[in-house]
């Protein structure tokens, strides 16, 4: 299975309400990452986990709260958005030993529209 | 910090080969990946050179000169299906842990 998953696939949501997005895979790898995508720009990294363990926050506000409960699940918490968080979220995973952690998966995304 | 730059739109016809140059300014470098993204789809992972030279995977080459801090990527015998995004990325440490910087990518249109 070299497949991330990720649900749901679209999502619309108001401003006052809370969310989580879902991420899964069964490769065992061990890091895992948050990535927001607008449209025509390049993935921008949010959060990374590596061995279950939050290693990297670029300085996303706290209205997205990232989880990992085990290897296998990611999940992305959303809480009181703003219409410009309106975005493509893709999780993606990773080997975590050198070189091939350098292949990155990346599952299908979720497209998020906030009213 | 890091910062990428490719150029932004490329067109060609099927058949023909195409070149995407990618310049990079880093703080650290352990690498340069190649990810191609079609339209609504997730980005998908090409190549990755660690040292200099040419990757060769079948009708994609990737190639790398770290004392130029630059890149490419050789789409050969294009097909229609090669229309889509491609971007180059760095990683800034050694570590799976580390962010990996994106550039901006660049689309390719394939014409019959």
């Known amino acids: 299975d070299t497949e991330v998953t990720q649900t749901p696939k679209h999502l619309v949501m108001g401003m006052t309400n809370k969310k989580s997005l879902k991420c899964e895979q069964h490769?065992?790898?061990?890091?895992m990452y948050w990535y927001k995508q607008k449209a025509k720009k390049p993935p921008e990294l949010m959060f990374v986990?590596?061995?279950?363990?939050?290693?990297i926050n670029e300085s996303v506000p706290s209205r997205f709260s990232p989880e990992c409960p085990n290897s296998s699940l990611l999940n992305l918490h959303l809480h009181a958005l703003q219409p410009e968080d309106s975005a493509l979220y893709l999780c993606?995973?990773?080997?975590?030993?050198?070189?091939?952690?350098?292949?990155?998966?990346f599952g299908p995304g979720t497209r998020l529209t906030v009213l | 910090g890091q910062s990428l730059e490719q150029p932004s739109e490329v067109t060609a016809v099927e058949g023909a080969i195409v070149q995407i140059n990618c310049t990079y300014q880093?703080?650290?470098?352990?690498?340069l990946s190649w990810y191609q993204q079609h339209d609504g789809g997730a980005p998908t992972f090409l190549s990755y050179?660690?040292?200099?030279g040419l990757e060769e995977t079948g009708r994609f080459s990737s190639f790398l000169s770290r004392s130029d801090s630059y890149g490419y990527l050789l789409l050969q015998e294009l097909q229609m299906k090669d229309s889509a995004s491609y971007f180059c990325a760095v990683r800034s440490g050694k570590a799976a842990g580390n962010k990996l910087t994106f550039g901006g990518g660049t689309r390719v249109l394939v014409k019959p």
């Open positions: 986990y590596s061995y279950e363990k939050l290693s």
């Open positions: 880093t703080s650290g470098f352990y690498g």
């Open positions: 050179n660690a040292l200099d």
């Open positions: 490769m065992g790898h061990r890091a």
């Open positions: 993606a995973s990773s080997q975590f030993d050198s070189p091939a952690y350098n292949e990155q998966f």
